[in-house]
């Protein structure tokens, strides 16, 4: 099929020669695709501005040797804009289209892809608080891509908990048996706030206070940071502001 059409949110751009630009879009139904949109970066381009990080559209695309091609594009959810002026919900967003990006591939991930849109959706309207969206967000996308977190029953050897160990590179809290010689341990509120972001439980999350809400991220930064080998570094800087708003 040389040309097909799917629903797609931008992930990433970068500039190819004076007017082009290379999209990596991840898609409804045709997993993560990197494409050229020809000519958007011309201040006459019908649909350049259709086509910038966090936008969702109706593209048409053709299949090319090594990139496919954008020959249209109709905008589905304009969030660039909203959260562009927002800086928290803009650098929480980096950190999402960036875990996005690097936990699909070329397969239909049509789960992360309607998680991303949802997310970024949020953020654009200021539904939730942006460390709370992006937080829910990653316990999320690493459950979707086979890596649930337990807040609750041992992660090792499922014994009931509630446990108050947590240890990352296990999968979450575990009971004082399978609990590692000095493993953190954390109290009951940041563990139901875990609890929380993971089920979308946001009446009990936004109950939560600051304090209980900077160690659970810190928690999720290092959950995701684990499984993913290599660091976020838009996640560095989403840290970094929130050091900055402490």
């Not at 940041?190 to 900077?214: F, K, M, P, V, Y």
Request: proline share 3%.
């Amino acid at each position: 099929m040389p040309v097909y059409r799917d629903e797609a949110v931008v992930l990433r751009t970068h500039k190819l020669g004076e007017a082009d630009r290379i999209v990596t879009l991840l898609t409804r139904q045709h997993g993560k695709v990197r494409a050229v949109a020809k000519g958007v970066r011309r201040t006459a381009s019908k649909f350049g501005s259709r086509l910038e990080p966090f936008m969702v559209a109706d593209v048409q695309l053709y299949e090319g040797r090594s990139l496919d091609v954008v020959t249209q594009a109709e905008s589905l959810g304009s969030y660039g804009a909203e959260i562009a002026g927002d800086y928290a919900a803009y650098t929480a967003a980096n950190a999402m289209v960036e875990t996005a990006d690097r936990l699909t591939e070329s397969e239909s991930s049509l789960q992360q892809y309607l998680l991303l849109v949802g997310a970024l959706r949020s953020l654009s309207r200021h539904e939730h608080g942006p460390m709370l969206t992006l937080d829910s967000y990653l316990l999320r996308a690493l459950s979707l891509a086979g890596w649930a977190p337990s807040f609750l029953d041992c992660s090792r050897c499922g014994a009931p908990g509630p446990h108050l160990s947590l240890v990352v590179q296990l999968g979450g809290v575990v009971c004082d048996d399978c609990a590692p010689q000095g493993a953190p341990k954390l109290d009951a509120a940041t563990i139901g706030l875990l609890a929380s972001l993971l089920t979308g439980d946001w009446d009990a999350a936004e109950a939560a206070n600051d304090a209980t809400r900077s160690k659970a991220s810190g928690v999720v930064a290092a959950y995701t940071q684990w499984h993913l080998e290599r660091g976020l570094r838009s996640l560095q800087h989403v840290q970094h502001d929130r050091k900055a708003e402490a």
